[in-house]
């Protein structure tokens, strides 16, 4: 069912013929056909012939007769396709009467780990761990949906020398005192009042560091305490999880601490590999490649002089439990743009080590940040961070009011549950549109408006499709014939035929604005058709023709949004 590969496999041979061997080639779609091939114009310097020759000939060897209404050559080579109208409304068909829409569970499902969102224990989550969250769950769920077994991994802080502060200050308030303060989801006061004891009481200070002792050496009322912590914080972050509607859960939180006893014996393995150094009394490995601005090797310190172990020794003893101990065979590490040295090299020293080998592989899914409107870092108003409770909290407000203005006849809790659907889907599109690797600016007014590549232009396409069918008082029938005399109907077959190979894409790339692109167009031409075609007031078999064009294209879209987790409210 997926039309673009369908052409690709046709051409192929073909191509081959041509090329005397294997060509790409290379099908996407146009705008002067349907499709269009341009492997000639790649193959003309290696036969020596012009491309509009080659193109030419392969038109007589593609056996494309049952498939193309027509094939012809343009400009310096291209070879422009265009799809019969029985053949594209078959695929339509087809699609239609398949559950997954076109898009097929993998041949060889994988094991994957997405590590994403991994907030501070003691500490409230902010608008910087909102791209990480909503990125790693996009994953999740497109992966999964392809068949995958998928293991999320909440990578928390929570172990450390800062938790010998923490740890006093919860003594110093009363453990009810403190458990009501942490409950209330003031974490960053708590955190803050711990951290101004530590800086200005020498007395605290040490009180700290000698817990901080304690807890690394598995002191039993050390560890209650911490226990105490880790449980209301992942309280806190769960809420917050709940309001951004991802599919985290408690059974996901792998904070650091689950690695604490592997990581001695991490460092001992890589010893025995011969792969420590000694580099100003630290342990190091000294991954090929790795080089500083001065242009000297850099180290990855996996043990410092004192004896205690950093990130890279936690990040180290993850990969090696997930590759071994659980099997995985892809690793996902959302992680904003900054980190992307240390993960380069995390990576080197595990393929290094023999604990990333084919077919296993790790990749830093990488991100920009969110700016304000000033393109500088987004602040609160006081210049701290934007706490991402209170920002889902005011995009839930913001829609809920539109919602309200928009629809009046909406009830009180109709109106609330539109409203949270949109708001926090106008937040997740927004970071999910455009391209991971860039920074972009969150702007209200854009994310929330009912035009342009924005989630509720989406959400308000599904609505119309849920609104043709109430009115029908009927389903589409799934076995009915479908026809496409009309330009606006070929337009929107040949969006939705084009799913598959959308999702194949992005479940490998991870760049899902390719998916938001697809669904913004399926979106537009689904309002092209909708004002160019009645649907309810034409003539059988146009009517249940159309029916199946609009009810593909509303599971499409409701699909393609769950994706990337994002609700279809049926009014809006």
């Known amino acids: 069912?997926?039309?673009?590969?369908?052409?690709?496999?046709?051409?192929?041979?073909?191509?081959?013929?041509?090329?005397?061997?294997?060509?790409?080639?290379?099908?996407?779609?146009?705008?002067?056909?349907?499709?269009?091939?341009?492997?000639?114009?790649g193959l003309a310097r290696r036969l020596g012939r012009p491309p509009r020759e080659i193109a030419a000939e392969v038109r007589e060897h593609a056996a494309l007769a049952d498939l193309c209404a027509a094939v012809e050559v343009s400009g310096p080579g291209f070879l422009n396709l265009t799809v019969a109208g029985h053949a594209l409304g078959g695929l339509v068909s087809a699609m239609a009467a398949d559950p997954r829409l076109g898009v097929p569970p993998v041949a060889e499902p994988e094991t994957v780990v997405v590590d994403y969102s991994g907030p501070n224990v003691a500490k409230e989550m902010h608008v910087g761990h909102l791209r990480s969250t909503v990125i790693g769950d996009a994953a999740a769920r497109t992966l999964?949906?392809?068949?995958?077994?998928?293991?999320?991994a909440n990578h928390l802080g929570d172990w450390g020398t800062p938790f010998g502060m923490l740890i006093e200050h919860l003594l110093d308030l009363g453990e009810a005192g403190a458990a009501q303060e942490l409950s209330m989801g003031d974490l960053d006061g708590f955190y803050k009042a711990a951290r101004a004891k530590f800086d200005d009481d020498e007395a605290f200070r040490g009180r700290s560091r000698q817990r901080v002792v304690a807890l690394q050496g598995g002191d039993p009322a050390t560890l209650r305490l911490w226990r105490l912590l880790v449980t209301q914080s992942e309280g806190y972050f769960l809420t917050v999880y709940d309001l951004l509607d991802v599919t985290l859960s408690g059974d996901d939180f792998r904070g650091e601490s689950s690695y604490h006893d592997q990581l001695a014996p991490t460092v001992e393995e890589l010893d025995r590999l011969g792969l420590l150094r000694r580099s100003d009394g630290a342990d190091c490995v000294f991954p090929p490649g790795s080089v500083g601005r001065d242009g000297e090797p850099l180290p990855l310190i996996v043990r410092k002089s004192d004896g205690g172990y950093g990130y890279?020794?936690?990040?180290?003893?993850?990969?090696?439990?997930?590759?071994?101990?659980?099997?995985?065979?892809?690793?996902?590490?959302?992680?904003?743009?900054?980190?992307?040295?240390?993960?380069?090299?995390?990576?080197?020293?595990?393929?290094?080590?023999?604990?990333?080998?084919?077919?296993?592989?790790?990749?830093?899914?990488?991100?920009?940040?969110?700016?304000?409107?000033?393109?500088?870092?987004?602040?609160?108003?006081?210049?701290?961070?934007?706490?991402?409770?209170?920002?889902?909290?005011?995009?839930?407000?913001?829609?809920?009011?539109?919602?309200?203005?928009?629809?009046?006849?909406?009830?009180?809790?109709?109106?609330?549950?539109?409203?949270?659907?949109?708001g926090v889907g106008a937040i997740k599109y927004a970071?999910?549109?455009?391209?991971?690797?860039?920074?972009?600016?969150?702007?209200?007014?854009?994310?929330?408006?009912?035009?342009?590549?924005?989630?509720?232009?989406?959400?308000?396409?599904?609505?119309?499709?849920?609104?043709?069918?109430?009115?029908?008082g009927a389903a589409a029938r799934p076995d009915a014939?479908?026809?496409?005399?009309?330009?606006?109907?070929?337009?929107?077959?040949?969006?939705?035929?084009?799913?598959?190979?959308?999702?194949?894409?992005?479940?490998?790339?991870?760049?899902?604005?390719?998916?938001?692109?697809?669904?913004?167009?399926?979106?537009?031409?689904?309002?092209?058709?909708?004002?160019?075609?009645?649907?309810?007031?034409?003539?059988?078999?146009?009517?249940?023709?159309?029916?199946?064009?609009?009810?593909?294209?509303?599971?499409?879209?409701?699909?393609?949004?769950?994706?990337?987790?994002?609700?279809?409210?049926e009014r809006l």
Not at 503 to 518: K, M, N, P, S, W
């Open 144 to 152: 999964e949906w392809l068949g995958h077994r998928v293991l999320r």
């Open 1 to 41: 069912m997926d039309l673009e590969r369908l052409l690709a496999d046709r051409l192929a041979p073909a191509f081959a013929a041509v090329a005397g061997g294997p060509v790409d080639p290379a099908v996407r779609r146009s705008q002067h056909a349907d499709f269009q091939s341009d492997a000639a114009l």
């Open 312 to 422: 890279p020794a936690t990040d180290l003893a993850a990969l090696r439990h997930r590759t071994g101990a659980l099997g995985a065979t892809r690793l996902l590490y959302v992680v904003g743009l900054p980190q992307r040295r240390h993960f380069e090299m995390v990576f080197a020293v595990a393929v290094q080590a023999g604990w990333l080998t084919a077919p296993a592989r790790a990749e830093h899914v990488g991100f920009g940040s969110i700016l304000g409107p000033d393109g500088r870092m987004l602040r609160s108003r006081a210049g701290g961070s934007v706490k991402l409770a209170g920002l889902l909290t005011e995009a839930v407000e913001r829609a809920t009011a539109l919602a309200r203005e928009r629809n009046p006849e909406l009830g009180e809790s109709e109106a609330a549950e539109v409203g949270c659907a949109v």
């Open 481 to 569: 014939e479908v026809s496409l005399a009309e330009p606006a109907e070929r337009a929107l077959a040949v969006e939705l035929v084009g799913f598959a190979s959308v999702v194949e894409e992005v479940a490998g790339g991870l760049e899902f604005h390719r998916l938001t692109a697809y669904l913004h167009r399926l979106a537009v031409a689904f309002s092209a058709f909708y004002e160019r075609c009645p649907v309810l007031r034409a003539e059988e078999p146009v009517r249940e023709s159309r029916l199946v064009l609009c009810d593909l294209t509303g599971r499409v879209l409701r699909q393609g949004l769950d994706l990337l987790g994002i609700r279809t409210p």
């Open 431 to 472: 970071d999910l549109s455009g391209d991971r690797h860039k920074d972009y600016v969150l702007d209200w007014e854009r994310m929330l408006s009912l035009d342009g590549n924005t989630a509720p232009y989406l959400q308000y396409a599904y609505s119309r499709v849920r609104s043709i069918f109430r009115r029908a």
